[in-house]
Nanobody, 126 residues
Framework: QVQLVESGGGAAQAGGSLRLSCVAS????????MAWFRQTTANERVGVAA????????FYDDSVQGRFTVSQDFAASTMYLEIQSLEPNDTATYYC???????????????????WGQGTQVTVSS
């Protein structure tokens, strides 16, 4: 099993930035990919950024390309999400996820990911 704990959410102003963190524990050696998803009460959970742990290669949903940056500290089993130029539409609960799949690279599909954190709320005001 792998446990994921997110932190770094909160309230922010539009135009500002936030950095989310996700610490993985447990059998982290089985994790090939980690990703960030976000969900509002009205919408389904959507993948926004992912990282392939072995190489650090990152992947983004088109809607956030250029504003979101995913990175990792491999040794610390920690993934980060830097959000710049915050927009009110970024308001959501952000979830960290992890996948055991060997073919997870580049995927932002919920079905690819086996482990989930509890989420951290991001609220952006205009």
């Amino acid at each position: 099993q792998v446990q994921l704990v997110e932190s770094g959410g909160g309230a922010a102003q539009a135009g500002g930035s936030l950095r989310l963190s996700c610490v993985a524990s447990g059998y982290t050696s089985t994790v090939n990919c980690m990703a960030w998803f976000r969900q509002t009460t009205a919408n389904e959970r959507v993948g926004v950024a992912a990282i392939y742990r072995a190489s650090g290669s990152s992947f983004y949903d088109d809607s956030v390309q250029g504003r979101f940056t995913v990175s990792q500290d491999f040794a610390a089993s920690t993934m980060y999400l830097e959000i710049q130029s915050l927009e009110p539409n970024d308001t959501a609960t952000y979830y960290c996820s992890a996948s055991r799949d060997a073919w997870c690279r580049g995927s932002l599909r919920k079905e690819t990911f086996h482990y989930w954190g509890q989420g951290t709320q991001v609220t952006v005001s205009s």
